[in-house]
C-alpha cells in the first residue's frame, strides 16, 4: 500500500541527517494521499540509520493504524493537524535543527532580512505562543497541531511554509516530501544567518519591494526563475 510515497518518505527521513537537522530520533517526515485519505509517517522511536522503507507506518485521518507493524511517530496526531486545515500542503517535516531551535525556545519570530529568506519565505517565520497548562497536560500533539493553525489564520501557509513552536521546534511543510525537506533545510539556514545579521546589525532594513521581487520570481503565475518546461 502506498509503496511509492513510503519510499518517499524514508528518503527524506534519511536526508535529515544528511543535512545535519537531525540526531538519534529527533524528527520526523511525512506525506498525505489527500486522494485515499492516509498518511505515511516515520515509525515512533526508531533510529534512522536502522530505517527500512517498509516500516514506514501507513494511518487513517484519526491516526488509526491502516498498515505497519511498529506504532507511528508520537507526532502524528500534529501532522493530521495541519493536513485537515492546510488543504495546499502534501509533506510535513518536524526537527529540532540547531539554528531554528534556539529562535523557537526563545519564543522569536525570524525576520525576513535578505533574499534567500524571500527567495522561500514571504515573511518573518513565525513563532507560536507557548501552550497553556491544560493544553500541555491534554492532547499534547493535538495541542501543537492546534497551536499552530491558530497562529496560521491571518497567514497563507503556501507563502510561509513553516512555523517554529516555541520552546519546541520548528514544523515545515510543503507540496510534496522533497519539497519540505527543502524548505526544511532552508529555514535552518535562514535561522543561522538571520542570528548572525542581528550580531553585526541591531536594526537591519529589508526593503518591502526586494521581497516581493524574489518571492514571486520563483512562486505564482508570473514566475521565471528556473527552466521552462518544453512540452514534446
Known amino acids: 500500500m502506498l509503496e511509492k510515497l513510503k519510499e518517499s518518505v524514508y528518503k527524506e527521513n534519511i ?9 538519534f530520533t529527533w524528527g520526523n517526515v511525512s506525506a498525505f ?20 522503507p517498509g516500516q514506514m507506518v501507513v494511518v487513517d485521518k484519526k491516526g488509526n493504524v491502516v498498515e505497519g507493524t ?9 501532522h493530521l493537524i495541519l493536513y485537515k486545515n492546510f488543504p495546499g500542503i502534501s509533506a510535513v517535516v518536524h526537527t529540532h535543527s540547531e539554528w531554528a531551535t534556539s529562535w523557537a525556545q ?53 507563502r510561509i511554509p513553516g ?20 524548505n526544511a533545510v532552508v529555514l535552518e539556514q535562514i535561522a543561522k544567518v538571520a ?4 550580531l553585526i546589525e541591531k536594526n537591519p532594513e529589508f526593503d518591502k519591494k526586494l ?12 514566475a521565471y526563475y528556473g527552466q521552462k518546461k518544453i512540452k514534446n
Open 211 to 222: 521581497l516581493d521581487k524574489h518571492f514571486f520570481r520563483k512562486h505564482g503565475e508570473d
Open 106 to 158: 526563545a519564543g522569536k519570530d525570524i525576520p525576513v532580512l535578505g533574499t534567500p529568506h524571500a527567495d522561500y519565505f514571504y515573511g518573518d517565520i513565525p513563532c507560536t505562543r507557548k501552550l497553556t497548562k491544560k493544553e500541555i497536560e491534554g492532547d499534547y500533539e493535538l495541542e501543537t497541531g492546534n497551536v499552530i493553525v491558530e497562529t496560521f489564520k491571518k497567514i497563507d501557509p503556501m
Open 195 to 198: 542570528f548572525n545579521t542581528l
Open 33 to 52: 494521499d489527500r486522494e485515499k485519505g492516509l498518511m505515511v509517517i516515520k515509525p515512533s522511536g526508531i533510529p534512522f540509520n536502522e530505517m527500512k
Open 163 to 182: 512555523v517554529l513552536v516555541h520552546s519546541h521546534g520548528p514544523f515545515i511543510w510543503g507540496i510534496n516530501p522533497e519539497n519540505a525537506l527543502e
Open 15 to 23: 536526508n535529515l541527517v544528511k543535512h545535519g537537522l537531525v540526531i
Open 70 to 78: 511498529l506504532n507511528p511517530s508520537s507526532d502524528t496526531a500534529t
